[in-house]
DNA sequence: GCCGTTTTCGGCCCGACTGTTTTCAGTCG
């Protein structure tokens, strides 16, 4: 079996969480961490780079012993230090840790003091009111861990971008009706754009902080209140998603909302430079000698740090600060750069509305051209076109356009890419049409090598103009299906063909990683709605924020440009 | 275990809340 980064990243995990519970020093086990997430975010696979005897102690946060271990796990598949660590502590622990409420100490207690290694164990003694008895431990902690417990074992919960915001505005809507607030945001994963948030951050500012947590604990939703300060509250919604409320003074609200919009990661580099120009920041601003210099809003931080502002969605430590420091950030795109969409269904399959109808909608969002691209006859369960019918809407299409003012409907097609890499739809067709989308909707548990074959065989297709959800995964549904992400992007700059940004909020597809690996490579991204009504439209938003998240600019983006340069693009892959 | 414009040793981000303490440890974000 080939070793992935996440292997890797598993290892050096797993590594760190033992030595946590063997109370090692916080220092090393924080150098495992980041290791971890670095080898989680590297571009490249950590094996290749082992193969062609690169200088792993270059990479970030690795030096001579990590690199040690990472050839060690590519040539092994094994780490013989992880192997010493597991056998002095059982290897149910670390899962323990994973519960909220239990940290290395109380986990080290439990597994000392009453000899508990799983979650069942645990359980037991929790309703045997055996933890009670524990220094440190009382019948509340007892309770909390009990039900922290139940909640554990049932589901582990993220919830998807698009289902937050709904919660998120709602909850925001409720809490300005306190007059006491003056300004509100939503900070945390949520302003980063995350295509998942784990939980939300609200930051408040406000007169009465005190009123505001009492604001706060009255909503309808709130199904627990875990916690609640003066300052501060964790709530948790009838949903399970849990909510951080923080009210800080207006003169913090900059350095409070760059604190909890995070990442962590990102957090702590600009601490670190902070604190080498004899600097503290927290999240009340920017100190110098116990003097607060800069903080009310978070153009005043960064520049405190000597950097510019940078965009929430970069904010990963992913070389954002190095960029920001030599003047290189990307002008990232935005939702008004969008010219068209190039992505969306009708009634004739699994649509739900008429081309007219679509074509209106777009128009209506001030765009220029927008793609009709129905499913071909393979995907029967979306009434997919077969020949005659494709060149039926053809026709129809040509007709519809000589009516309309303002808005151009170009002809395309998400034809089924078959397990050969061929197309379910005759050539002939496919040259009549202004694009074509190649899509995999079937066989996704086909090998890595015989995926990527079947979709650069595709790709090769003389009418093949875009890859469509490039990996095919479904956010807490479906996996990615096993594909060499590296070589598509490749074949797609050797083509001259585009990858999608499919903004359906379950897809968000391509990932925010291979859209910087398609940039570096000067394959330009399409970000597409994939609408099958006409609000669909509105999910660009989602795509947006990936594609940011991505390091993307407009000039990155393919449907930013006009319709005579979008012709001229899509007719270099004819 | 990593790292370097206080560089090869001695640092490593920082504060709020809870529970079990009688002054603070543990956990979380």
């Known amino acids: 079996m080939p070793v992935h980064n996440a292997d890797i990243a598993a290892i050096f995990e797993e590594i760190a969480d033992l030595l946590e519970i063997e109370n090692e020093n916080p220092f090393r086990i924080r150098a495992y961490r980041n290791a971890a997430r670095n080898m989680l975010e590297l571009g490249s696979e950590a094996r290749d780079l082992v193969e062609q005897g690169?200088?792993?102690?270059?990479?970030?946060?690795?030096?001579?012993?990590?690199?040690?271990?990472?050839?060690?796990?590519?040539?092994?598949?094994?780490?013989?230090?992880?192997?010493?660590?597991?056998?002095?502590?059982?290897?149910?622990?670390?899962?323990?840790?994973?519960?909220?409420?239990?940290?290395?100490?109380?986990?080290s207690a439990l597994y000392h003091e009453l000899d508990i290694r799983t979650v069942e164990q645990l359980m037991r003694a929790a309703e045997d009111h055996r933890l009670r008895q524990l220094a440190g431990f009382g019948a509340k902690t007892e309770a909390h861990i009990l039900e922290a417990l139940k909640a554990h074992v049932t589901e582990d919960h993220r919830l998807k971008l698009a289902v937050a915001a709904q919660y998120a505005n709602a909850l925001v809507e409720y809490l300005k009706q306190n007059q006491a607030i003056k300004d509100i945001v939503v900070a945390g994963s949520f302003r980063r754009c995350k295509e998942t948030v784990g939980d939300l951050d609200i930051l408040v500012t406000a007169g009465e902080p005190a009123a505001v947590m009492d604001h706060l604990v009255d909503y309808d939703e709130i199904a627990d209140v875990v916690s609640k300060g003066t300052t501060r509250a964790t709530v948790?919604?009838?949903?399970?998603?849990?909510?951080?409320?923080?009210?800080?003074?207006?003169?913090?609200?900059?350095?409070?909302?760059?604190?909890?919009?995070?990442?962590?990661?990102?957090?702590?580099?600009?601490?670190?430079?902070?604190?080498?120009?004899?600097?503290?920041?927290?999240?009340?601003?920017?100190?110098?000698?116990?003097?607060?210099?800069?903080?009310?809003d978070e153009n005043e931080v960064f520049k405190s740090v000597g950097l510019p502002w940078i965009p929430p969605e970069l904010r990963e430590n992913r070389g954002e600060i190095e960029a920001a420091e030599k003047g290189t950030l990307p002008k990232l795109v935005e939702l008004k750069?969008?010219?068209?969409?190039?992505?969306?269904?009708?009634?004739?399959?699994?649509?739900?509305?008429?081309?007219?109808?679509?074509?209106?909608?777009?128009?209506?969002?001030?765009?220029?051209?927008?793609?009709?691209?129905?499913?071909?006859?393979?995907?029967?369960?979306?009434?997919?076109?077969?020949?005659?019918?494709?060149?039926?809407?053809?026709?129809?299409?040509?007709?519809?356009?000589?009516?309309?003012?303002?808005i151009t409907v170009l002809k395309g097609i998400e034809v089924d890419i078959l397990e050969d890499g061929s197309l379910d739809m005759p050539d002939d067709v496919l040259a009549q049409l202004d694009l074509v989308i190649g899509?995999?909707?079937?066989?996704?548990?086909?090998?890595?090598?015989?995926?990527?074959?079947?979709?650069?065989?595709?790709?090769?297709?003389?009418?093949?103009?875009?890859?469509?959800?490039?990996?095919?995964?479904?956010?807490?549904?479906?996996?990615?299906y096993d594909v060499d992400m590296a070589r598509v992007i490749h074949q797609a700059q050797q083509r001259g063909c585009f990858l999608e940004l499919n903004c359906h909020p379950e897809r968000l597809d391509l990932l925010d990683t291979y859209c910087q690996m398609a940039k570096e490579q000067g394959v330009l991204v399409s970000i597409n709605s994939d609408a099958h009504t006409t609000a669909d439209f509105d999910n660009l938003r989602y795509g947006i924020g990936q594609a940011r998240r991505g390091w993307l600019e407009a000039k990155d983006v393919l449907n930013t440009r006009s319709l005579a340069q979008l012709r001229r693009l899509l007719k270099r892959t004819m």
């Not at 009838?238 to 990442?263: E, I, M, W």
């Not at 090598?449 to 479906?478: N, S, V, Y």
């Open 337 to 406: 750069d969008i010219r068209g969409d190039l992505h969306a269904h009708t009634k004739a399959t699994d649509g739900h509305n008429t081309i007219e109808q679509m074509a209106e909608a777009a128009k209506q969002r001030g765009w220029e051209y927008m793609a009709i691209t129905e499913h071909s006859k393979r995907l029967t369960v979306a009434h997919g076109l077969d020949k005659k019918r494709q060149l039926k809407q053809i026709e129809q299409i040509s007709q519809i356009n000589a009516t309309l003012d303002g």
């Open 439 to 480: 899509a995999v909707h079937s066989k996704f548990n086909l090998s890595r090598g015989k995926q990527t074959e079947r979709i650069l065989r595709a790709m090769d297709q003389p009418h093949f103009t875009m890859l469509a959800h490039p990996t095919g995964r479904l956010l807490e549904k479906r996996e990615p």
């Open 236 to 296: 948790v919604l009838r949903n399970r998603l849990q909510v951080d409320v923080r009210v800080v003074k207006p003169q913090c609200f900059g350095a409070a909302l760059h604190y909890f919009t995070g990442s962590r990661a990102h957090n702590i580099e600009i601490r670190r430079r902070a604190q080498k120009r004899g600097l503290k920041i927290n999240e009340y601003g920017v100190f110098k000698n116990g003097k607060q210099i800069a903080g009310k």
């Open 54 to 107: 690169e200088d792993l102690t270059q990479l970030p946060g690795i030096g001579k012993d990590l690199a040690a271990k990472i050839i060690e796990i590519v040539q092994t598949g094994r780490c013989q230090s992880l192997e010493k660590l597991r056998g002095k502590t059982p290897a149910g622990l670390p899962e323990l840790l994973r519960i909220p409420g239990l940290g290395p100490k109380r986990v």
